[in-house]
């Protein structure tokens, strides 16, 4: 199979750069084909992801709750946010270890798809919040190995056509992340669901409002949130909360995910009961060393992307593609992060003041943005090359911060300035790495480092920009966004430069291996 493809790349760079018509409808025909080629493959990887968006939204709605269940303080229950993106950012890091086979890779998806339904269904029963941090790690490891396993498994399947189904890879974490508050919300207790002891009827109007205020808070998954001891709930009392049955639900929504993983395994002759099992494994592991070029140049952990043995003979852009990739991500991630953490706390702050309720949707308006963007620009990656929607995208997102730094007193444009701000970032993720996996040839440690960096930047600009807020206020919040908007896109011209470079070192490089065979072949 692969050597099926690589006879096709050719034809396919020579698609992306022809702006014909007809071009175009063959370039549309080829990936349909690749798609029925391997569509279990790729709608299991897209289900996995689903799985991934549906763990990494649930605690911002139930967040509340589940310090009412653990009968925690607020800043106690807050730490399980950063025990689930520590452990994500371990999980991507290590994620490259079940690279070899298929059969390794599959196995690790079908084991921490598996882990997510169970840790849905362990949670209600997590009566202390260093049980509630524990499973979350657990969940957060899961995630990160998925993260890693999904994309890169994605573009060594389709390589140089691996834009498009990544684009849609990323769209069903958006789709996950907008299940959870749906199932969530019928279970979410209105009141405080720790009654104390002194608490009286008067009370419970100003107690929902509260709720309703910190849950729009802390929807943002955020490690470090400011002057939320202003809050005085309750930590000891009758417990009164149903967001069990959301937690028990969500399991059963994800148990169909490594369902489908055990169906592919299946499909492909890699289970114990499979007829033919044990001569297709035999066969796996003979022919993964052709198909999984990157199994012995790179792809593993992000450790082993750092032996000696491995980086030996590149040239130093080979590197510093690496480097810049993960950069660009590292602060695009991060602004994700921070912009969906802390926009409600903005649209309440002087000077616009917004309602809790009306600025609570600030959030999921962004994340619906995310969701349709990246679902946009599933077209918009076959049409376009991966540089194009990359410079348009960067372009786009610089524009809409200094737009809302001008406009900062608007509500209106505010809500119009979040929209557009997800649609334009949404797609820098899974354009960035199969544009950096195409530069470099599907070797190296492009997945592992990028997947790791993203991770990294989402948890460090978070803390980053929260600690800004406290000491300068919450304007700072866009100040800082843009500044790292711009230094995104000065990092991706480098970015180009570099591809450049390394380009033209292969050109000579080529030709001079040319020139030294000549002499051979005459003298034979």
């Not at 299940?179 to 279970?187: E, G, K, Q, S, W």
């Amino acid at each position: 199979m692969k050597t099926e493809l690589n006879e096709q790349l050719p034809v396919s760079r020579y698609l992306w750069v022809s702006g014909d018509q007809s071009d175009m409808k063959l370039l549309d025909e080829r990936i349909w084909s690749l798609f029925k080629r391997h569509w279990q493959h790729t709608l299991t990887y897209w289900s996995v992801f689903f799985s991934f968006g549906m763990c990494i939204a649930f605690l911002g709605p139930t967040i509340l709750d589940l310090r009412c269940q653990t009968q925690s303080t607020l800043q106690q229950i807050t730490w399980v946010f950063f025990s689930q993106q520590l452990f994500l950012l371990v999980g991507s890091s290590v994620g490259g270890l079940f690279k070899k086979t298929l059969m390794s890779s599959l196995s690790a998806l079908l084991c921490c798809t598996f882990v997510i339904s169970l840790v849905f269904a362990v949670i209600p029963l997590c009566n202390h919040v260093v049980l509630l941090s524990v499973a979350m790690a657990i969940a957060g490891q899961s995630m990160g190995v998925i993260d890693n396993i999904a994309n890169r498994q994605l573009v060594k399947l389709y390589q140089k056509d691996s834009a498009t189904f990544l684009q849609a890879l990323h769209f069903f974490i958006g789709l996950g992340a907008l299940v959870t508050p749906l199932v969530a919300d019928p279970f979410l207790a209105e009141d405080s669901c720790v009654l104390g002891v002194n608490s009286t009827a008067n009370s419970s109007s100003s107690s929902t409002s509260d709720l309703e205020h910190l849950r729009s808070r802390m929807a943002g998954q955020v490690a470090a949130l400011p002057n939320i001891s202003q809050y005085p709930l309750h930590t000891e009392g009758l417990v009164i909360t149903r967001v069990a049955y959301a937690f028990w639900i969500m399991a059963l929504i994800n148990l169909p995910v490594p369902a489908a993983v055990l169906t592919l395994m299946y499909h492909e002759r890699l289970l114990p009961c499979s007829s033919k099992s044990q001569h297709l494994l035999d066969k796996d592991s003979q022919t993964s060393k052709s198909h999984n070029v990157d199994s012995e140049e790179g792809h593993g952990s992000l450790f082993c992307c750092c032996d000696a043995a491995k980086v030996r003979g590149h040239p130093a852009t080979f590197f510093i593609i690496h480097a810049l990739g993960g950069a660009i991500l590292f602060i695009t991630d991060g602004i994700i992060g921070s912009y969906s953490g802390f926009v409600y706390t903005y649209a309440v702050s002087p000077p616009l003041l917004m309602g809790h309720k009306t600025a609570g949707c600030l959030d999921s308006v962004f994340w619906a943005a995310i969701t349709l963007g990246r679902l946009a620009f599933i077209y918009l990656s076959c049409k376009f090359t991966a540089p194009t929607l990359l410079t348009v995208s960067l372009v786009g997102v610089i524009l809409v911060q200094c737009l809302l730094l001008i406009f900062y007193t608007s509500s209106v444009f505010l809500f119009f300035g979040t929209c557009v701000l997800g649609l334009c970032i949404s797609s820098v993720f899974p354009s960035m790495l199969a544009f950096t996996e195409d530069i470099l040839d599907y070797k190296g440690c492009a997945t592992t480092v990028l997947v790791t960096c993203a991770s990294t930047g989402e948890m460090a600009m978070q803390l980053l920009v929260g600690s800004v807020i406290n000491s300068q206020g919450s304007y700072s919040f866009l100040v800082c966004c843009t500044v790292a908007s711009f230094i995104a896109f000065c990092l991706f011209l480098l970015f180009l430069y570099t591809h450049h470079r390394h380009r033209n070192f292969h050109k000579d490089w080529s030709k001079y291996t040319e020139m030294e065979e000549k002499p051979k072949t005459g003298g034979s």
